[in-house]
């Protein structure tokens, strides 16, 4: 009886060894197994290395989006376009309400200090509501336009083309609007034809002052640049 009880015991022992094991190799494998996996999930959500080119946006009041709070304004709306297709660029906003040309080519230097990769030169307005010379206009945007191919020379280049009001007279304003197409062609650049298509003259997409759009009128914006920008990038 004594024997037989020490055999169960035994028996009893060896069982919850090899039970123990048993237990063991599962854990194991399922460690190896779960280790495995989280380096196939790492693998795939490893995040881009690859640095963000820059979209540079050099304007005035216009591509500051003056009147509204930057988040509502065109640039805006092109960064998210931009995410939303997955695509490896930031917008850099460079605008500055009253900017003329003239100020603008004194200023482009400092800007282009960060890394250009697209560069959208909008500016002129200003100097066509205030009755500049056509040709200083032409002469400061073509400046530009040389400083940033200079510093940057696989730089792509993207003119948005701006109207003055009919006030100013045939001769003016024909002129002025010569002015972009001129530069686009001279410099084999891209050239949004104007900027304001669809939006100026519109008073419900404008904001009080009938110049600067409202926030309806920044999408329409967005989508008058990026009809051109898309093929760029």
Not at 90 to 104: C, D, Q, Y
Not at 174 to 182: A, E, G, L, Q, S
Not at 213 to 228: L, S
């Amino acid at each position: 009886m004594k024997k037989e009880i020490m055999k169960n015991i035994f028996l009893l022992i060896v069982g919850l060894s090899f039970l123990g094991l048993g237990c063991k190799e599962v854990t194991s494998t399922t460690n190896d197994t779960a280790k495995q996996e989280t380096t196939k999930d790492t693998k795939q959500k490893k995040p881009k290395t690859e640095t963000r080119k820059n979209i540079l946006f050099f304007g005035n009041s216009l591509t500051a989006a003056y009147g509204l709070d930057p988040s509502q304004g065109f640039t805006t709306i092109i960064q998210q376009r931009i995410d939303s297709l997955d695509l490896n660029y930031k917008v850099i906003n460079a605008g500055l309400s009253g900017e003329t040309t003239a100020g603008g080519n004194e200023r482009i230097d400092w800007v282009i200090r960060q890394k250009v990769d697209v560069f959208v030169l909008e500016l002129g307005a200003n100097d066509g509501l205030r009755g500049i010379n056509p040709d200083e206009t032409y002469k400061n945007l073509q400046s530009m336009i040389d400083k940033v191919k200079t510093k940057y020379p696989a730089v792509k280049i993207v003119l948005a083309g701006m109207l003055a009001l009919p006030n100013m007279g045939e001769e003016f304003t024909t002129k002025f609007k010569n002015i972009y197409p001129r530069l686009a062609k001279e410099n084999d650049i891209e050239l949004i034809p104007f900027l304001l298509e669809d939006v100026g003259g519109y008073p419900d997409l404008n904001l009080g002052d009938g110049i600067h759009p409202n926030v309806e009128g920044q999408k329409i914006v967005a989508e008058n640049v990026w009809t051109v920008l898309e093929d760029v990038l």
